[in-house]
């Protein structure tokens, strides 16, 4: 009995043996097709992609740029570092925006495809708020950032700003930047009020990190404003000087320091007023 249940089993796996082999050879070739199919289809994009690598259609023509006021066109595209003729395909949008927001006057890009063969570069310059002298010239931006160096023919009617070393620009300290910052803030106070002093009548705003601002007119008239409540000072500044030249004394007043609470003391060539 024995003998006849083994050959039973044996006999059983011999028979399923050959459709296992079937089986197997089935997913084999499955296997080898699907492989050969994805080659193909690789091999097809790669060709396709390189066929487009080569029509015209894809190839930069022109270059669009907005946003430029200072910059010229030329300018703009020396700095995206565009080459004429390249591919757009290959074009990396990103880091040609990258190299244009090195440029020293620009604060923002934005770079797009339009196709067939165009760039278009989007750019937000830096505006020159006013020039700090710190053993050379530079702009200062609206952000009270100290962004290029001047150089020569560039624009020299904007309000300067003195007192900072080269040392302390260097730096880069928070000191310094809040400094400029306030002297922004005076500068656009100065705009808006404009009756006796404006930004036209200040030769120079002098920054000291003890004293704070020292306004210094045209006419030499240096006016000490502190750091802080420069709208509250400029109007004692206003009723002082009215209150001065109804004396005849106005053209005197040297030194005004206004960074008092409630009083403003004023040095004149010949003595001091206290008002």
Do not use: C
Request: aromatic share 6%.
């Amino acid at each position: 009995m024995f003998k006849r249940r083994f050959r039973r089993v044996a006999a059983a796996s011999g028979a399923s043996s050959p459709a296992e082999k079937r089986r197997r050879n089935r997913v084999i070739l499955k296997s080898v097709l699907i492989g050969a199919a994805t080659i193909d289809a690789a091999l097809g994009l790669l060709l396709l992609y390189m066929v487009f690598l080569h029509l015209p259609y894809f190839n930069l023509q022109h270059v669009e740029v907005t946003g430029n006021r200072r910059l010229s066109r030329d300018e703009v595209i020396e700095a995206s570092e565009l080459e004429r003729g390249i591919n757009l395909l290959t074009v990396n949008l990103p880091n040609i925006a990258q190299k244009l927001k090195r440029h020293p006057w620009i604060r923002s890009a934005s770079v797009y495809r339009q196709f067939p063969g165009r760039v278009m570069i989007e750019i937000e310059e830096r505006t020159p708020r006013a020039i700090l002298a710190a053993e050379k010239l530079y702009y200062v931006d609206e952000h009270a950032d100290p962004f290029t160096r001047l150089l020569p023919g560039d624009a020299m009617n904007y309000p300067l700003f003195t007192g900072i070393d080269a040392e302390q620009l260097q730096s880069g300290s928070a000191e310094v930047r809040e400094l400029l910052r306030m002297g922004l803030t005076l500068l656009d106070l100065l705009e808006r009020r404009s009756e006796s002093i404006n930004p036209h009548t200040v030769a120079e705003i002098r920054m000291s990190p003890h004293e704070g601002l020292i306004m210094v007119t045209a006419s030499n008239q240096e006016v000490v404003m502190g750091t802080t409540n420069f709208e509250l000072k400029m109007d004692r500044y206003e009723r002082l000087k009215r209150f001065l030249t109804g004396r005849g004394e106005w053209n005197n007043a040297r030194i005004i320091d206004l960074d008092f609470e409630d009083r403003a003391l004023v040095r004149s060539g010949r003595s001091r007023i206290q008002g």
